[in-house]
Nanobody, 119 residues
């Protein structure tokens, strides 16, 4: 059983930056693919970015390519999402998820951290 705790959300102006963190415990962190997802009010949850077990393979939704960077530190059991050039449409509740198999279907989920981008 893996527990995930996100942090780093907040209110930022358009064009600003935030760095989200997701700390994992209760499992072998390096065994998991780690992903970031988000859900805006009235919308379905969507994949934002993900990183493979080693941290070398990184994957992004088209909407965030070039603006967001996902990374992980297996020694610290933490995955990060650096978000730059934020837009109002990035406003959402951001979740991290751990997946034991290849991919980002999400076997374990955190509670989420709110990101609000003001125009």
């Amino acid at each position: 059983q893996v527990q995930l705790v996100e942090s780093g959300g907040g209110l930022v102006q358009t064009g600003g930056s935030l760095r989200l963190s997701c700390a994992a415990s209760g499992g072998t962190f390096s065994n998991y693919y780690m992903g970031w997802f988000r859900q805006a009010p009235g919308k379905e949850r969507e994949f934002v970015a993900g990183v493979n077990r080693s941290g070398i393979g990184r994957y992004y939704a088209d909407s965030v390519k070039g603006r967001f960077t996902v990374s992980r530190d297996n020694a610290k059991n933490t995955v990060y999402l650096q978000m730059n050039s934020l837009k109002p449409e990035d406003t959402a509740l951001y979740y991290c998820a751990a997946t034991i198999t290849i991919g980002f279907k999400g076997d374990y989920w955190g509670q989420g951290t709110q990101v609000t981008v003001s125009s």
